[in-house]
């Protein structure tokens, strides 16, 4: 009885979450088409229009679309996510594949990784941007280099579990190399693990890229970004309410969508990988 | 058996395998668990040479340290004329084409998500063989070789059964011809009514292809079954050799007498009276000077304190560690 | 078969199915049997023959889903076990009724030591303060052979080797004198020699204490030395059922001939063992008709469609099997 309903519950998590991750990557995808209207072309006369006919959502203090805005910045900020995302498993990987594989190495990088986790990755992302300046070049770099330690952890782990079962000494006794080892036998057995941290990775990043277009030190204006509209928004939240109602709802869209996603398909593999 | 000694394929001199502790903060070294502790032996070509043991005795240790799976600590180990105990990967690796291991759980020693005919295959790849006419007609007769079908080669593992996986196992290690092959415990995680089949195979095998085994197991009848001669193991060393016909008749070491009373018989009139031996298996950690069963021997005189006895011969090829002999 | 006024156990009409992803297990399909008081029954058979379940359903430990009992009665002193509640069946757990099993590790709490374990047990079960269950605690473990008692009931269960805790488990088991103990592979993850001990002191618990104990296992050797019956189960099915002496000397199912002639033995002839053909059907695929039919040398006709009964040959004698029928 109760494993059904967990898995009804489950269901239903990966089900809205993927809905609304459809919606998200739709319009990310196809901005250019949903929206004739430039994000970034100013109209002054046009300031603080309410929705309309025209404007969907009306327009903001430069008389911009904020329909146009919107969708371009769910496009930026899904890009910056992917990017990151692709990056740190990449890269956690790499260190977690021979952190977990070589015991003399591990010493090491497990001190450094425990090091690098003691922080937020916000409080990283945040300090580096602050460093490094705003743009998405940078910011991307500095979300990676704080999210990277999270997926060497658990490539670690799962490596070092995989790593004592017999077919990887019978690869050995066949007389394949270390980096045959790695890549032909330990990593095809520990993509699940990755795959749920590759997907609480972008959940996390959308949100953490939010905070720093918010706080301004992300994603560069003139190009929108969801949390930039709602910084920027918030000055005439008694005048043009839209201008932070939209972002707002935007980045709930995109950032449950994940979250969803993400924790939904991490229950569901979990008890498999016990199996 | 055989009244002209057969060539040595394998010899054994004072090996070991020493497994450092680390303890502390720093993770110094504060001990080592001397799994094997100065083993010699010879293995003739052809025969199939049992190692029995129980937990702790350092029988696997031996086997997969003599692959280089695990790196030996000291000692010389001599195959085929040459000394390959202290060479690095890159010089060991042409010697894998000679030397195979088998182990004991099936399913884990199959790549779960490789194809058998990939599986049987990967070893000749890896070895340079890239015709592909040539590879498939070699796996195709290896897998007859271990009585499964052609069709079965489009399977993966977990679609088998456990006396099948190992079969697939035994096609892999056969894969690039070695004269070698550990088998360690190959068939005690099978079911009771699939064992022997895995013997027979393994013993029809040894015939046919002129290998030589290094046959290890803790289960005593199946050692009986398959072995030409037989050492038992005790704490990193070997306490008593002799043939199989030989040491199952006439044990001389107390601790093979004990091992051997100690096993379940069906005929109620062949019980005899059973050796119950005192106190635990001991941690090859801690090894006290002298011999090392004296803590459970019946026998124990205090010379067997001071030093440990020699492997000594006591007459046609049975050796005892033991002063009693 | 009327209810002997001596039976302690009897088991009519068991049927356990586990409904899964992969279809409906019939894991223990119609099974039936009794043990008197101050028996031993030895249950015998390989992996999927539902013996562990059987023992399980006992003492409704079984996980229900995905198991689920689909009829039957299990009368202890003439009450049914699977009509009781919770409540009702705790009570019996460990007081009238106890089990031990194969892993150990699995059984202790590792958390709590010995002694608290121990105790634990006699203050839900009996009305006695700290101290008074403490003494008993430790007389207990006198009886088990565990040296120093007084010092182990303050140990936690990984401080303690393998046969010292299937001992303290043996122990555990016995503190309120069950009338039935249920021993599920007590001894499979043990060394022979570790093995051999926890036998002796089963047998002299026997004699001491007069329970009633249903031994299972997949070692008929190890079955034949304790128990006085012996039920052999394949498939979810009782195949056969007779006294341990006529078991081995006149077997009459096909399964456990060539059970009895396919296993290494110590004593007896050396060569080419005897095989059953095929492997152990996955419980997802049990075949028609008998179930041991295609790995069967004597099967005939009927034995492809239709299951045999289980028929009583003879004083304490059933066979499953068309050639008796």
Known sequence: MKRRKRNKILSTYILVGSVLVIISVFIGLFAPVLTQQSPTKMFPQNRLQPPSQEHLLGTDEFGRDVASRIFYGMRNSLQVSVLVVLITTVIGLLVGLIAGFYPKTDMVISRVLDAMMSFPEIIIAISLAALWGSGMVNIVLSMSFAYFSRMARVVRASTIAVKEVEFIDSGRAAGASDGYILFKYILPNILSPIIVQATMVFASAIIVEATLSFLGVGIKPPEPSLGGLLSDGRNFLPVAPWLVIAPGVAIVIVALGFNLQGDGLRDLLDPRLDE | ?325 | ?325
Request: aromatic share 6%; proline share 6%.
């Open chain 3, 1 to 325: 078969m009327n209810m002997m006024l001596d039976e302690l156990l009897t088991i009519k009409g068991l049927k356990v199915y586990f409904y899964t992803r992969d279809g409906v297990i019939p894991a223990v399909d119609d099974v039936s049997f009794h043990i008197k008081k101050g028996e031993t029954l030895g249950l015998v058979g390989e992996s999927g023959c539902g013996k562990s379940v059987t023992s399980l359903s006992i003492l409704q430990l079984l996980p229900q889903p995905p198991g689920r009992i689909e009829s039957g009665e299990i009368l202890f002193c003439g009450e049914d076990l699977l009509k009781k509640n919770k409540k009702e069946i705790k009570g019996i757990r460990g007081n009238r009724i106890s089990m031990i099993f194969q892993e150990v590790m699995n059984s202790l709490n590792p958390v709590l030591t010995i002694g608290r374990q121990l105790t634990e047990v006699i203050e839900v079960h009996q009305e006695l303060n700290r101290e008074q269950a403490t003494k008993k605690a430790v007389e207990i473990l006198n009886i088990v052979g565990i040296p120093r008692p007084k010092n182990v009931m303050t140990t936690y269960p990984h401080q303690l080797s393998g046969g010292m805790r299937q001992r303290v488990m043996i122990a555990m088991a016995l503190l309120c004198k069950p009338e039935l103990l249920i021993a599920d592979e007590p001894t499979t993850a043990l060394d022979v020699t570790i093995q051999a001990q926890v036998i002796e002191l089963m047998k002299g618990i026997k004699e001491m204490l007069g329970t009633s104990i249903l031994f299972i296992s997949h070692d008929l050797a190890l079955v034949s030395e304790m128990a006085e019956r012996i039920i052999v189960m394949y498939a979810g099915n009782i195949i056969e059922e007779a006294e341990t002496t006529e078991l081995f000397s006149t077997p009459m199912h096909p399964y456990t001939k060539g059970l009895l002639s396919s296993i290494p033995t110590l004593t007896g002839e050396r060569g080419k063992l005897n095989i059953i053909k095929g492997s152990v059907p996955r419980p997802t695929d049990f075949p028609d008709g008998c179930r041991f039919h295609p790995r069967c040398e004597m099967q005939i006709k009927c034995c492809l469609d239709k299951t045999p009964p289980l028929v009583k040959i003879g004083k304490n004698r059933m066979v499953r099997c068309w050639l008796y029928s």
């Open chain 2, 1 to 325: 058996m055989t009244e002209t000694k057969n060539e040595v394929i394998l010899e054994l001199k004072n090996f070991k395998k020493h497994f450092p502790i680390q303890g502390g903060i720093i993770s110094r070294t504060i001990g080592y668990l001397k799994a094997v502790d100065g083993v010699n032996l010879q293995v003739q070509k052809g025969e199939i040479f049992g190692i029995v043991g129980e937990s702790g005795c350092g029988k696997t240790t031996l086997g997969k340290s003599l692959l280089h799976l695990i790196k030996p600590t000291s000692g010389e180990v001599i195959f085929k004329g040459k000394n390959i105990s202290k060479l690095s990967p890159r010089n060991f690796r042409p010697f894998r084409r000679d030397l195979q291991i088998i182990f004991q759980d099936p399913f884990s020693s199959l790549h779960p998500r490789m194809r058998i005919d990939s599986l049987i295959s990967e070893p000749l790849k890896i070895h340079g063989m890239h015709n592909r006419s040539q590879i498939q007609e070699r796996v195709r007769e290896l897998i007859r070789l271990v009585g499964l079908d052609r069709y079965h080669l489009r399977k993966y593992p977990h679609e088998f059964s456990g006396g099948q996986q190992q079969r697939i196992v035994i096609a892999r290690a056969l894969a690039l011809n070695p004269g070698f092959i550990v088998c360690d415990e190959p068939v005690s995680a099978l079911d009771v009514s699939i064992q022997s089949q895995i013997i027979n195979l393994l013993k029809e095998l040894r015939t046919k292809l002129n290998l030589t085994y290094m046959f290890i197991s803790h289960n005593l009848a199946v050692i009986r079954h398959i072995s030409d001669r037989v050492g038992v193991m005790y704490l990193g060393k070997l306490v008593e050799v002799a043939e199989v016909d030989e040491i199952y008749k006439n044990p001389l070491h107390p601790y093979t007498e004990a091992l051997f009373s100690a096993i379940p018989v069906t005929d109620p009139s062949q019980r005899k009276e059973r050796i119950i031996l005192q106190g635990n298996v001991p941690s090859p950690v801690d090894i006290p000077p002298g011999c090392r069963f004296q803590g459970r021997c019946k026998h124990v005189m205090d010379k067997c304190r001071d030093r440990e006895p020699d492997l000594i011969e006591c007459g046609d090829g049975h050796l005892v560690r033991c002063y009693l002999h």
